[in-house]
């Protein structure tokens, strides 16, 4: 099983008018592109899918402002000293930022398109021609209650295994082992929607790296050539020219150690889990993130007290003493 994941939608008065997309596929991205041209653009969201097109369509839009929920964008994945300094370089751009703002309703004309949206915490109306919705992704209805979006529809691309014998934990991602298998026997899956362990607790990525690496073990071990995943999470984005590189997996962002240059983009962040480093990112220093994905793949780590001591020695030690192999 490989099931993909759906973006999650928003659905509060107007929701329904024209000319409000989500990207899912390459097609939606074309779309959006094309219908954009001269228009005044607003993208709800600030992680990665939303800042990507904020960027992309600064140039081809009339205007584009960013709405957000937190206080900078990738707050919840960068910090906040990060997501400032990004956040600055779109403004620098022209792109204009609502921040610490939810959307009430949508207001359309009589035509059905969308003209303006309401916010909770503003009486202000922000004028619209296109939105673009990159909000996140969803796998079950299961916590609806726990969100302020309400999804469209009732099936989910989990949904229908809640009966089948197959694992799923309470977001609805199917439980597998290293080897990618689910709970019943040569019942495997991979990709975006499993839960897999990683560094010794339970993760999901959605991204085409991992999910080719579990695509790979999931086949090795149909055919009954026994394999267990060894890979590292590792994505990359551009932003205005700008490209960000991260490795690893997180879900603590605070108090990270940040070595050289934040304003003008030549730095790397550490990342940890207890006293260990458990992901990198960088921006102008792509070794970085490099060397500790297949620091990490050759089952090494890294400690806190390494980085505070001498943020680029481990480098040079691990160079020296292994043999540098692809993650």
């Given amino acids: ?41 607003v993208i709800l969201g600030s992680s990665f899918i939303a800042m990507e097109a904020a960027s992309f369509l600064k140039n081809k839009a009339n205007n584009v402002t960013v709405v957000g929920r937190s206080r900078v964008p990738f707050e919840n994945i960068l910090g906040n000293e990060i997501g400032s300094r990004i956040m600055a370089l779109f403004e620098s751009k022209g792109v204009v930022f609502h921040m610490n703002h939810e959307v009430e309703r949508f207001q359309g004309n009589d035509e059905q398109e969308i003209t303006g949206i309401h916010f ?14 990159g909000i996140g992704i969803y796998y079950s209805i299961s916590n609806h209650s726990k969100t302020n979006f309400i999804f469209k529809g009732t099936q989910t691309d989990t949904e229908y295994l809640k009966h089948t014998g197959v694992d799923l934990d309470a977001q609805g ?8 298998q689910t709970c019943l026997k040569h019942v495997f899956a991979g990709g975006d929607i499993v839960s897999f362990p990683l560094h010794g607790k339970r993760s999901t990525v959605g991204h085409w790296q991992m999910a ?7 086949a090795l071990n149909v055919l009954g050539i026994e394999t267990q995943l060894n890979t590292v999470p590792y994505f990359w984005s551009m932003f205005f020219g700008k490209g960000l590189r991260f490795a690893g997996h997180t879900d603590d962002v605070k108090d990270p150690v940040i070595t050289g240059d934040v304003d003008n983009f030549k730095f790397t962040a550490y990342f940890f889990t207890g006293s260990k480093v458990s992901a990198v990112a960088s921006m102008g220093q792509d070794e970085v993130p490099a060397m500790f994905a297949n620091l990490s793949k050759d089952g090494l780590s890294l400690s806190e007290e390494e980085v505070r001591r001498d943020p680029l020695e481990w480098i040079r030690v691990y160079k020296e003493g292994s043999q540098v192999t692809r993650f």
């Fill in 120 to 133: 909770k915490n503003s009486t202000a109306i922000l004028p619209v021609d296109v939105c673009v919705v």
């Fill in 1 to 41: 099983m490989a099931l993909y994941f759906r973006p999650r939608t928003i659905h509060v008065p107007g929701s329904h008018l024209k000319n409000i997309h989500y990207v899912r596929s390459y097609r939606d991205a074309n779309n959006i592109s094309e219908i954009s041209v001269g228009k005044k653009v």
């Fill in 212 to 218: 080719q690496s579990q695509g790979r073990v999931a």
């Fill in 173 to 180: 991602h199917v439980v597998v082992d290293s080897y990618m």
